[in-house]
C-alpha cells in the first residue's frame, strides 16, 4: 500500500509512537512537524497523501493549521488527534474539514482503520 | 404584516398541491397531449409560487416558477415530452424537500443547480445516466430515480467525542443522497449533543446495500439499519393537526345551535310550568336534534380515501422505474369517505401491499385494481392484481420448513387459510427482503392493524390469475351499532355489522354431523357453538325447545352462535380496553351501559382467528 504520511505533534513521544505504527504497517513517513506553522510549511513543500494533526499545539493549533491547508489544497487529507474531553474542539475540526480523528491514547488497529477508511482500502 | 399565523396552513396546503402534481405529473406521461392535465399542473405550480412568496420562502417560490414557467411551455406546443417528466418529478420531490427544510425550521435548501437545469429546456433537458452514455453526452444534471431512505445508526457506548463521529457519518451519507433531515438535528451535533443514535432521512437513488457499505470502516458504529419510506403527510403531522370543513356542513352547525338554543328554551319553560307532555315532546326533539349534531360531527373527522391513494400512482411509477415492469395502477372509489384516524392506519399497509403486488405478485407487467365501496358501516378497499398469484404449496412448505406445522397438518389447511399464513410475523417466501419493497410493514402488521380497528383482512389468490386483497374496515371509529345479547344473565354486545340475521329455532331443527350440531340455512349448513361455552360461561342446564341464533361471519365462513337472550340493538361508543385486558380473544371493546356498568364487545371474527385456538367441534352431551 504504502501511504506518505505528514506527522505533526508537539511531543516527540507521540510522533515517535505513531511513526513506528505507520512504518509497521508498510507506510512511509514523509516528515514531521511540532506546530501549526511547521505543519503548513511541511505540507506545502512534501506534498503527503495524509496528515496526522494534534490539535492543541503552540504557535498555531492544529485546527488553524487544518483550515489553512485545506485552503489551498482542498483535498487535503488531515486526520485529527485529540485528547480526550476535547469533543468541542473535534467537532469544529470535522466542521472545517478533517477526514476523521483518532482519540489519544491511540490504538494502533485504531490508526490503521482510519487510513484504510480515508484511502478508501 | 405578521405572516407567521398563516405558516401551518402554508403547509398543508402546499402539502395538498405537492400531490395533485404527483398525479397530475405521472397521469401526463400517459397522455402527454392532455391540455388539462398541462393546465391543472400548471395552475399548482402557480399557487405554491403565490403561497411561497407571500410568505417569503425564496428558493420554494423560485423553484415553483421555473416549473410553472415550464408549463407555459408546454401549454404552447400542447404536448409533454417524456424527458419532462422525470424533470418534473424531480423538481416536486425538491420542493418538497423545501417543505421538509420549512417545516423543520431549517434553512431552505439551495436548488440553484437544478433551476440551472430547467432554464433551458429544449438544449439541456436531463436524460437518464443509460441514454447518456449511449450519446456520449456532456455534463447535463442528471436525474435518477431517488426514493426515500431512513438509516440509522447506532454509535458503540465506548465511542469519543461521538457528536465528531455524528457529523462525519452524515457526510459520508451526503454522497449517497441528499439529506433532508437528521436526528439529533446538525445544530445539536455542532453543540456537542452526545449523540448515541443517529437517523438521517435522504432522498437517495442508491440502495440500502451501498448506502451501508459507505460507512464501512467508519469508527465507533455498533449497527446500521434502515427504516421504510416515511412521507410525511397533512394525515400524520402531530404539530399543525388541522381539518378543511366544507363550509356547507359549517352551516349545518349553525343551524342546529340554534335549533337546540330553542329547544333549550322549551324545555326550561316546560319544566317550570310542570307540563310533562310538553317536557317529553321537548326530549323527543332534543334526541333528534343531538343525533343530527352527533352525525354532522362525525362528517368533519371523515376524510376522502384519495388523501392516503393519491401518492399510489407516483409509487407504482418509480417502483416500475426500479425494477422494469410495467404496472398499470387503477384506482376506483376514491371518494369513499373514513374517519381520519382510520385513514391513518390503512395509509401504511396499503402502501405495503401495492409494493407486494408490484414486486411480487406482478412479473413483468400487469394491472393493479384498487377498489373502494362501502357495505354497511364498512369500508372496503381491494387490492387485486392479475399477476402470478401466490402458490399454496410453497407457504405450506415454509410452514413446514419452520416447524410450525407437520406436514400432514399442513396438507390439512385449506386454500383460504394457508394463504393467511402469510400474515404470520416473519413469514416471507423470499429469503431475502427485495430491495425496492423494504423492511417496516409485513403483513402481520397489516392484518393486527385491520383487527384493531375493528376490521379484517381477507386473503384471495390463484397462481396464474392473481392475487386479492380485501380490506375490511369500519367507516368510524368511536360508535358503532351493536346488538346486546344475554349469556348466563351477563349482557354482552357484538358489532352489528358483523352479525348475519338473528332466528329463533327449535332444538329439532339442529341437525349432527360427526357429534358437531349444524343447521340448515338457505342450502348452507352453518355450524352451531354455544357463545356461552366460548365466554367461558355456565350454560344454561334447562331443556330448551327454542334455541336464539345469531349468524355472523368469521373467518370468511358463516358460523352460528346460540345465546340465551336476544336484547336489543343500540349505537354505543366504543371504548378500546388496555392492553392487559385486549389480550382476550375475541374482545374487541367496552362500552358504558345506561347504568354505568361495563360491558364488553366481542368480535365473532377475532374469537377464531388465532390459529392455535382454531374452530373446536361442539359435541352435545
Not at chain 2, 383482512?457 to 380490506?471: A, K, Q, Y
Request: hydrophobic residues 40%; proline residues 4%.
Amino acid at each position: 500500500m504504502g501511504v506518505r504520511v505528514l506527522v505533526v505533534d508537539d511531543a516527540l513521544f507521540m510522533r515517535s509512537m505513531l511513526k513506528d505504527i505507520f512504518i509497521k504497517a508498510g507506510h512511509t513517513i514523509v516528515g514531521e512537524a511540532a506546530n501549526g506553522d511547521e505543519a503548513i510549511a511541511k505540507y506545502q513543500e512534501l506534498k503527503p497523501d495524509l496528515v496526522t494533526m494534534d490539535i492543541v499545539m503552540p504557535q498555531k493549533s492544529g485546527i488553524e493549521a487544518l483550515k489553512e491547508i485545506k485552503a489551498f489544497d482542498t483535498d487535503a487529507k488531515i486526520v485529527m488527534c485529540s485528547a480526550l474531553g476535547q469533543d468541542a474542539l473535534v467537532v469544529e475540526a470535522v466542521q472545517s474539514g478533517a477526514k476523521d480523528f483518532i482519540v489519544k491514547p491511540f490504538k494502533e488497529d485504531r490508526v490503521l482503520d482510519v487510513v484504510r477508511r480515508v484511502f478508501g482500502v | 404584516m405578521d405572516m407567521s399565523q398563516y405558516h401551518d396552513l402554508f403547509l398543508t396546503e402546499t402539502e395538498e398541491h405537492l400531490r395533485h402534481m404527483s398525479q397530475l405529473t405521472v397521469a401526463l406521461e400517459q397522455n402527454p397531449s392532455d391540455r388539462d392535465g398541462i393546465d391543472a399542473l400548471f395552475r399548482e405550480a402557480h399557487s405554491i409560487k403565490g403561497m411561497a412568496a407571500s410568505m417569503g420562502f425564496d428558493a420554494t417560490a423560485g423553484l415553483a416558477h421555473h416549473l410553472e414557467d415550464l408549463m407555459v411551455g408546454f401549454r404552447n406546443t400542447g404536448n409533454v415530452p417524456p424527458e419532462a417528466i422525470d424533470l418534473l418529478l424531480a423538481g416536486v420531490d425538491l420542493l418538497e424537500g423545501l417543505l421538509a427544510d420549512i417545516s423543520n425550521g431549517t434553512a431552505e435548501r439551495d436548488v440553484s443547480a437544478f433551476i440551472a437545469g430547467l432554464v433551458e429546456p429544449t438544449t439541456v433537458l436531463p436524460v437518464s445516466a443509460e441514454k447518456q452514455q449511449a450519446k456520449g453526452a456532456t455534463s447535463a444534471p442528471l436525474v435518477e430515480a431517488l426514493q426515500d431512505v431512513q438509516v440509522v445508526i447506532d454509535l458503540t457506548s465506548e465511542a469519543l467525542a461521538p457528536s465528531a463521529r455524528a457529523l462525519l457519518i452524515l457526510e459520508v451519507l451526503r454522497m449517497s443522497g441528499q439529506v433532508e433531515s437528521c436526528k439529533p438535528t446538525l445544530a445539536e451535533m455542532q453543540q456537542g449533543f452526545p449523540v448515541r443514535q443517529l437517523s438521517v432521512w435522504l432522498k437517495s437513488g442508491g440502495s440500502e446495500e451501498e448506502i451501508s457499505k459507505s460507512l464501512i470502516g467508519m469508527a465507533d458504529i455498533k449497527q446500521v439499519s434502515f427504516q421504510s419510506d416515511r412521507r410525511k403527510s397533512a394525515l400524520r403531522d402531530e404539530d399543525s393537526r388541522t381539518v378543511r370543513v366544507r363550509t356547507a356542513l359549517f352551516d349545518q352547525f349553525i343551524n342546529l345551535t340554534g335549533e337546540l338554543i330553542t329547544n333549550r328554551y322549551m324545555l326550561q319553560s316546560a319544566a317550570k310550568a310542570g307540563d310533562w307532555k310538553d317536557v317529553n315532546e321537548g326530549l323527543d326533539l332534543l334526541t333528534r336534534l343531538v343525533g343530527d349534531l352527533h352525525h354532522h360531527v362525525l362528517q368533519v373527522r371523515m376524510t376522502p380515501l384519495e388523501s392516503i391513494t393519491a401518492n399510489l400512482p407516483r409509487l407504482v411509477r418509480d417502483h416500475c422505474q426500479k425494477s422494469g415492469k410495467k404496472v398499470r395502477l387503477e384506482i376506483s372509489g376514491e371518494g369513499l369517505e373514513l374517519d381520519r384516524t382510520i385513514l391513518e392506519a390503512l395509509s401504511d399497509p396499503l402502501v405495503h401491499m401495492v409494493r407486494n403486488a408490484v414486486d411480487h405478485g406482478i412479473e413483468q407487467e400487469g394491472t393493479i385494481a384498487i377498489k373502494a365501496w362501502r357495505e354497511k358501516d364498512m369500508a372496503m378497499i381491494e387490492i387485486a392484481d392479475d399477476g402470478q398469484g401466490i402458490d399454496p404449496e410453497i407457504i405450506r412448505n415454509k410452514i413446514v420448513e419452520r416447524g410450525l406445522l407437520n406436514e400432514a397438518q399442513a396438507k390439512e389447511l385449506s386454500g383460504r387459510k394457508v394463504l393467511q399464513w402469510i400474515c404470520q410475523p416473519g413469514f416471507s417466501t423470499r429469503d431475502s427482503v427485495s430491495e425496492t419493497s423494504g423492511r417496516g410493514v409485513g403483513m402481520d402488521v397489516v392484518k393486527f392493524a385491520l383487527e384493531g380497528l375493528g376490521g379484517m383482512l381477507e386473503i384471495d389468490s390463484e397462481v396464474g390469475v392473481g392475487t386479492r386483497f380485501l380490506m375490511k374496515a369500519p367507516l368510524i371509529v368511536a360508535i358503532i351499532n351493536i346488538l346486546i345479547v344475554e349469556c348466563a344473565g351477563e349482557e354482552v354486545g357484538l358489532p352489528v355489522s358483523r352479525v348475519l340475521r338473528t332466528l329463533d329455532i327449535e332444538t329439532n331443527d339442529i341437525q349432527f354431523s360427526g357429534g358437531e350440531p349444524l343447521l340448515l340455512v338457505d342450502d348452507e349448513h352453518i355450524p352451531l357453538y354455544s357463545f356461552n361455552r366460548l365466554l367461558h360461561l355456565p350454560e344454561q342446564n334447562d331443556k330448551i325447545s327454542i334455541v336464539h341464533l345469531i349468524i355472523c361471519e368469521s373467518q370468511g365462513r358463516k358460523i352460528g352462535l346460540m345465546v340465551d337472550r336476544l336484547s336489543r340493538q343500540r349505537e354505543a361508543f366504543i371504548k378500546s380496553l388496555p392492553s392487559s385486558l385486549n389480550q382476550l380473544p375475541g374482545v374487541s371493546g367496552a362500552t358504558i351501559k345506561g347504568d354505568g356498568r361495563v360491558m364488553f364487545i366481542i368480535d365473532p371474527h377475532a374469537l377464531f382467528s388465532d390459529e392455535t385456538n382454531a374452530l373446536e367441534p361442539e359435541t352435545e352431551k
